[in-house]
């Protein structure tokens, strides 16, 4: 049996660059991998927000495009036009992407293992069975779920995750219809609190999809209605054709068991708002691997416990946040979206989205609109007063 300090269930991005942390701070580290190929197949919109070169190594090779701004669209196409001067987000080559971040774990010395299924994790004596590999079982001092939605890891000390079902679309209008530094963002009551999205990757190609509580069926038909419909996406030819799942934020899941800690999707580390995860996963995956190599250090597994008090300290408030505004556009009927989209437009929100929007932290935005007076006159006064009630 093969012994590790440090063994990573799963090779995404998240895994991979908390298995680089660990070893190139010098612990013995695996990754496992039930893939026979990593980064495939695509599973994500690929839109990450500038903060992503602050919390990871990006470069240049893998941003298809830079994104400046958005074109928010209403049921009945109310459009809210919000930008700033530089780059707010990023489209990135994900499969590209992926595929980078495990060769500097590799690089790093991290031993990356495909084909390796993981089907039982002992939590208290670090060991892992494995199915259909040469190895039957491996052991490590710390085991690490990155293992995506429906972790085998988590599910060894916690519920069934619940998630979202996701689709996307690589679209080709046949000729120049997008802004390339623009998305386009489009709210339905039938969604809600999902959305759909369109992403241009050139002024030809787009990324257009949805994350909503509906099934695969479903999501295909809302996805064919939107194309349909849509003067800018109408005719285009449908190139290929992706399916996923979001783990839904859950602030109540346990991050450590005994010698186990979760990260990324496995974790539900994403965004109430959009279903993004990777700045979150970017940020959590340091945070544990300083908390992993005191407790290594120290040789005293307790000190995992800090992991969940630092990855709690450092984003309860925002996902406090959104986790609100996530219910709030949940309630809402299209008539009460289109409301708020028109209130929106004749309280000069646009200028103050523009100025305080940022994808990945929300709240000084919500804050804003609150001292503004924004917030009371668009939503109920339950809902506004629930939002407001977070700052007491």
């Known amino acids: 049996m093969k012994n590790y300090d440090v063994v990573v269930v799963g090779a995404g991005p998240v895994g991979t660059t908390f298995a680089r942390y660990m070893a190139e701070t010098g612990f013995k580290v695996a990754i496992l991998e039930k893939k026979k190929e990593i980064g495939v197949p695509l599973q994500c919109a690929g839109l990450l927000g500038k903060k992503i070169k602050k919390v990871n190594i990006l470069p240049d090779d893998f941003i298809i495009n830079s994104v400046n701004g958005a074109f928010l669209h209403s049921p009945n196409d109310t459009v809210l036009s919000v930008s700033k001067e530089k780059p707010e987000a990023y489209v990135l080559d994900r499969v590209g992407y992926d595929k980078f971040l495990a ?50 890891v988590s599910r060894s000390f916690n519920p069934p995750a619940e998630s979202f079902q996701a689709a996307q679309y690589l679209i080709d209008a046949g000729e120049k ?6 998305v ?27 994350f909503a509580d509906a099934n695969y069926q479903n999501l295909t038909n809302y996805l064919h209605e939107l194309i349909s419909k849509r003067p800018e ?3 285009s030819t449908i190139l290929k054709k992706y399916y996923g799942i979001i783990p839904k934020q859950d602030p109540n899941k346990s991050l450590v068991k005994e010698r186990v800690i979760l990260l990324g999707d496995a974790a539900s580390q994403v965004k109430p708002t959009t279903g993004g995860g990777l700045i979150m996963g970017f940020t959590s995956a340091e945070i544990a691997s300083k908390v992993t190599k005191k407790a290594l ?53 646009e200028d103050i989205i523009s100025s305080y929007g940022d994808m990945d932290t929300q709240s000084p935005l919500v804050k804003e609109m609150l001292k503004q007076g924004i917030i009371f006159s668009i939503l109920p006064k339950m809902l506004s007063r629930g939002i407001s009630s977070l700052w007491k």
């Open 297 to 349: 250090e120290a040789e005293d597994i307790a000190t995992l416990e800090n992991y969940p008090k630092s990855y709690h300290d450092k984003f309860k408030k925002e996902l406090k946040v959104q986790l609100m505004v996530h219910k709030v556009f949940k309630s809402l009927s299209n008539s009460d979206l289109d409301y708020m989209f028109r209130k929106l437009k004749e309280e000069g929100a």
């Open 233 to 235: 996406l109408r005719g």
């Open 103 to 152: 060769e500097l774990a590799s690089n790093s010395g991290v031993d990356i293992l495909l084909n390796h299924k993981v089907v039982k994790v002992d939590s208290l004596n670090g060991i892992i069975n494995l199915k259909n590999s040469e190895n039957t079982k491996i052991s490590a001092d710390i085991i690490a779920g990155a293992d995506g939605h429906s972790s085998i």
């Open 177 to 182: 219809r997008f802004k390339n530094d623009f």
């Open 184 to 210: 386009d963002l489009y709210v339905d009551s039938k969604i809600s609190p999902g959305f759909f999205w369109a992403i241009p990757l050139s002024e030809t190609t787009a990324r257009v999809g949805l």
